[in-house]
């Protein structure tokens, strides 16, 4: 795929820009965990605006999809589509390095 064929797999066929399903992985409403989502949303309010789904898993009460997923470390986000699947470890403080991670254009 060239790099015309990426920017053209931004918009859909209406014109409208690519959806963004994002997963939030943490631990309950540790500060780190607590942090991470004021982070992610942030990022996603000033970057993604209304194209995101944001879901937020606390891998104690849901422990099978943080399995299934192989968390192994959190918070950890997960950008489940468009493909290709990227992941971001932390508290999510560095935007820049999140936006690289998961492969999002400021």
Known sequence: MTNHDA???QADQSG???RYALRLYVTGSTPKSVTAILNIKRICEKHLLKHVDLEIVDIYQNPELAKEAQIIAAPTLIKMSPEPL???IGDLSDEEKVLY???IKP
């Open 86 to 88: 990227r992941r971001a």
């Open 16 to 18: 409208n820009e690519q």
């Open 101 to 103: 991670a998961l492969d």
């Open 7 to 9: 920017d053209n797999n």
